[in-house]
């Protein structure tokens, strides 16, 4: 069964729009972490953010903010004001523990394209 | 954020050769590394889990034989496609876990390799 499930393949968005990439997953752990990368054509992945399961308070960092609305098991990334060099693909992950020894998986990714 | 580096960083090689791909944990010890491959355009699949001083742990559907993984020291972990075959040509990337920050996840920049 997929876990991570990111049903936006491509998305246009214009400069300095705010834009949302969708994530939800499918757990029966209590503890787990969810994350958000970004791997530009380079191909190194960036972390983006985090957002542990017991956190109360949404993650944000900088332009990034996870939208983490637990009951429905969603983990929506929002970045706000979008760069030019924000156009990358996106990834959703999650580990399915607390502990950073534990693998990660990741859903099929969206990739983001910033109009001038 | 902790380093982590791949060697090398692309390679090329001739069908039935054997490669070999080193993943450092530059700044802390990782007691754990995955190793992911990346086809072109689509997610990274997790295709084992090493803990150092013991044997890998592979997902399904991944060749033990095909894909040797050692993990030799805290510091290093290899990857090696045995008898390479154009069809293992891939992006593979790795990852270090085990540190303090359960928050974070480091990613090598990747190796591509093509089998020719």
């Known amino acids: 069964a997929q876990k991570i499930t990111q049903t936006q393949p491509g998305m246009f968005v214009q400069e300095k729009e705010a834009v949302t990439l969708d994530c939800t997953y499918d757990?029966?752990?209590?503890?787990?972490?969810l994350f958000w990368y970004k791997q530009p054509s380079s191909g190194e992945m960036i972390f983006l953010i985090y957002?542990?399961?017991?956190?109360?308070q949404n993650a944000t960092e900088g332009r990034y903010s996870l939208n983490f609305q637990k009951a429905r098991k969603s983990a929506n990334l929002v970045i706000s004001a979008s760069q030019l060099g924000d156009s990358a693909m996106y990834f959703c992950?999650?580990?399915?523990?607390?502990?950073?020894?534990?693998?990660?998986?990741f859903g099929s990714g969206t990739r983001l394209s910033i109009r001038p | 954020g902790a380093v982590v580096s791949q060697h090398p960083s692309r390679v090329i090689c001739k069908s039935g050769t054997s490669v070999k791909i080193e993943c450092r944990s530059l700044?802390?010890?990782?007691?754990?590394m995955f190793w992911y491959r990346q086809f072109p355009k689509k997610s990274l699949m997790l295709m084992a889990t090493?803990?150092?001083?013991?044997?890998?742990?592979?997902e399904q559907g991944v060749e033990k034989d095909k894909f040797l993984i050692n993990h030799a020291s805290l510091t290093l972990s290899t990857l090696t496609v045995t008898s390479a075959h154009p069809e293992d040509s891939s992006f593979y990337i790795c990852?270090?876990?085990?540190?303090?920050?359960?928050?974070?996840?480091?990613f090598g920049p990747g190796t591509r390799l093509t089998v020719l």
């Open positions: 990852s270090a876990g085990g540190g303090m920050k359960v928050n974070e996840q480091f």
């Open positions: 957002q542990g399961s017991y956190d109360e």
């Open positions: 992950a999650m580990r399915e523990s607390y502990s950073s020894a534990s693998k990660i998986i």
């Open positions: 757990t029966s752990d209590q503890s787990y972490g």
């Open positions: 700044d802390f010890q990782a007691t754990t």
């Open positions: 090493s803990n150092e001083g013991s044997k890998a742990t592979y």
